[in-house]
């Protein structure tokens, strides 16, 4: 269970729209459709934002998108404001075979809101 | 709305074994799984393994199998996460967090217990 790919970080100024990848293989983003993505602030818990590739919880600002393609997928953070800086981590079910499964998260990106 | 309590923070030497407990509260706690996951300082966010509470069955994640073990207490609602064999590699924040389905995703998390691993 290899930890997904993400870049280290990203930035962007306010009012700007920022892409976030995550990638992964055929046993986890790949190959299933659960995918999801934590904003995280200094010393806090993460906090769920995106679930199932697309789906926002209820609270969530509809600034923030998910989507997928192949191995790969991706946030979308459109209107940047200060407040969403902090570190985004990508997270994907994955199956390892012989009915080990679980979880695997990226390495985390650190959004710098110039 | 569930909250999600955990216990004080930790100070364990080399080779013991730490204990830490998440209990439920304000909502339903059989109705899903529950994980654990843990961010060493200045690192990422690690998946450990979980619990199906109303099935009992666990996963762990294969760095951890053979030294971590998930329980889960349906009558107080409460996990708990036992880590053996400590090393000062294993000195981080642990999470419990809620979680849908097979680890799907984890929409509920609790504040995080520290652990220090030090001689």
């Known amino acids: 269970q290899s930890a997904l790919t993400q870049p280290a970080s990203v930035s962007g100024s306010p009012g700007q729209s920022i892409t976030i990848s995550c990638t992964g293989t055929?046993?986890?983003?790949?190959?299933?459709?659960?995918v999801s993505w934590y904003q995280q602030h200094p010393d806090k818990a993460p906090k769920l934002l995106i679930y199932d590739v697309t789906n926002r919880p209820s609270g969530i600002s509809n600034r923030f998108s998910g989507s997928k393609s192949g191995n790969t997928a991706s946030l979308t953070i459109s209107g940047l404001l200060t407040e969403d800086e902090g570190i985004y981590f990508c997270?994907?079910?994955?199956?390892?075979?012989?009915?080990?499964?679980?979880?695997?998260f990226g390495g985390g990106t650190k959004l710098t809101v110039l | 709305q569930v909250q999600l309590v955990q216990s004080g923070a930790e100070v364990k030497k080399p080779g013991s074994s730490v204990k830490v407990s998440c209990k439920a509260s304000g909502g339903s706690f059989s109705s899903y799984s529950l994980s654990w996951v843990r961010q060493a300082p200045g690192q990422g966010l690690e998946w450990m393994g979980g619990?199906?509470?109303?099935?009992?069955?666990?996963h762990y994640a294969q760095k951890f199998q053979g030294r971590v073990t998930i329980t889960a207490d349906e009558s107080t609602s409460t996990a708990y996460m036992e880590l053996s064999s400590l090393r000062s590699e294993d000195t981080a924040v642990y999470y419990c967090?809620?979680?849908?389905?097979?680890?799907?995703?984890?929409?509920?998390w609790g504040r995080g217990t520290t652990v220090n691993v030090s001689s």
């Open positions: 997270c994907s079910h994955t199956y390892g075979g012989t009915g080990v499964f679980g979880g695997v």
């Open positions: 967090a809620r979680s849908f389905g097979d680890y799907q995703y984890m929409d509920v």
């Open positions: 619990i199906i509470p109303i099935f009992g069955t666990t």
């Open positions: 055929s046993s986890d983003v790949g190959g299933y459709d659960y």
